[in-house]
């Protein structure tokens, strides 16, 4: 009898979540002074990608 792993339900297998620094799109606004209006630069959190590790599996997707 092999145990079944369960999906982690926080990011329900995937392994990564959408991240909270920029909601998953991969960008944020950033306000440049030197020019006077907003800058959309790459999230540092996910350095682009818009998803992150989750951190209740560890990447993983299962638990
Ligand atoms: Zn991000
Ligand atoms: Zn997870």
Not at 17 to 46: L, M, T
Request: with cysteine; charged share 25%; glycine share 20%.
């Amino acid at each position: 009898m092999s145990q079944q792993k369960e999906k982690c339900k926080r990011c329900n297998g995937k392994g990564k979540i959408s991240c909270p620094g920029c909601n998953g799109s991969g960008e944020i606004k950033a306000y440049n002074e030197s020019f006077g209006k907003n800058n959309i630069v790459n999230c540092s959190g996910c350095r682009g990608s818009g998803t992150t590790e989750c951190g209740v599996c560890g990447g993983s997707g299962e638990k």
